[in-house]
């Protein structure tokens, strides 16, 4: 409704992963330059971990979408998976057309995919996201593909992605033959005050043709203090902001418009409830 108005030629605050998006702060450069050096340096296990909402999924996405097609790729979304359902699922979106009938022949397959990979100087990665979901049973099958490796190299390197519980896991006594091969961990924070204005300004400038709305600086503080630097929680509050601002047939959203969006995002699950009802 708003995007015409004000000239956007996509949604400036979806909530979807959408790697165009992608906010270079120092904190997502550092993870991705750490997720090009363990794929190159092929460093078998990597991991990502960030608060909820923080851009992990994000940050998968502009990696698969800046790895160049010497980089055979997969990535698993679903972690509501059985072990075999996993392996098949893995082999499914490198494209490899395997006997699925069990185990070791999908463990087979993907062998002899990787070794084809490496013999042609490709490399291989597969992301797993989620991963805080998975179990530790499924945790240990994904340990177990990190053995198809040569007397000198990797065969795939795999960069697991998830929420603090994932940390907490692989902390976890049971998990200490997972966590001894993982070569690079790296956390996600929310965004500082600074960062806050910075990105809601990268996502007007990236969604807009010509001069977008802006937010003045009060009106980012309070988004800061509500949103403590979440990006999905950010998005939500700019997206409501933009709406009021368009209905008040505004181009600068100012405290008062923020905090009226804020307050009608906390009040939203009641009426919802209440209309549900
Ligand atoms: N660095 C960033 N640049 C641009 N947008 C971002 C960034 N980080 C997060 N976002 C946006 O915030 C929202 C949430 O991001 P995303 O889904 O990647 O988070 P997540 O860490 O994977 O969340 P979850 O913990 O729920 O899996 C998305 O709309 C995403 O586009
Ligand atoms: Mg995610």
């Not at 979807?16 to 702060?25: C, Q, R, V, Y």
């Not at 296990?45 to 800046?66: D, M, N, P, Q, Y």
């Not at 997206?239 to 209905?247: E, G, H, I, P, Q």
Request: charged share 20%.
């Amino acid at each position: 409704m708003y995007l015409n108005h004000f000239g956007f030629t996509k949604h400036p605050f979806n909530l979807t992963a959408d790697p165009s998006f992608l906010f270079p702060s120092p904190q997502h450069r550092e993870a991705m330059s750490f997720l090009f050096y363990g794929i190159k340096q092929r460093k078998g296990f990597l991991a990502i971990t960030g608060e909820v909402g923080t851009g992990k999924t994000t940050l998968c996405r502009a990696l698969l979408s800046l790895l160049d097609d010497r980089v055979k790729t997969a990535f698993i979304l679903n972690s509501n998976l059985t072990e075999y359902q996993l392996l098949h699922a893995i082999i499914e979106d490198f494209g490899i057309g395997a006997s699925m009938k069990n185990r070791m022949n999908l463990m087979r397959a993907l062998n002899s995919f990787l070794l084809t990979q490496l013999r042609d100087g490709n490399n291989a990665v597969l992301i797993i996201d989620e991963a805080q979901n998975l179990s530790s049973s499924q945790l240990e099958q994904v340990r177990m593909l990190s053995n198809l490796e040569t007397a000198e190299q990797k065969l795939l390197q795999i960069i697991l992605v998830g929420q603090p519980q994932l940390r907490k896991k692989l902390d976890s006594k049971g998990l200490l033959q997972l966590r001894q091969r993982i070569a690079i961990r790296f956390h996600l924070y929310p965004l500082s005050r600074d960062e806050v204005g910075a990105y809601i300004a990268h996502r007007l400038r990236v969604a807009s043709r010509g001069v977008p709305p802006s937010f003045d600086w009060k009106a980012i503080d309070l988004i800061y203090a509500y949103s403590g630097g979440v990006p999905r929680l950010i998005n939500m509050t700019c997206d409501r902001s933009l709406l009021a601002a368009f209905a008040l047939d505004t181009r600068t959203i100012n405290a008062k418009i923020v905090r009226a969006s804020i307050r009608e995002l906390e009040g939203e699950p009641e009426l919802t409830a209440v209309s549900a009802g």
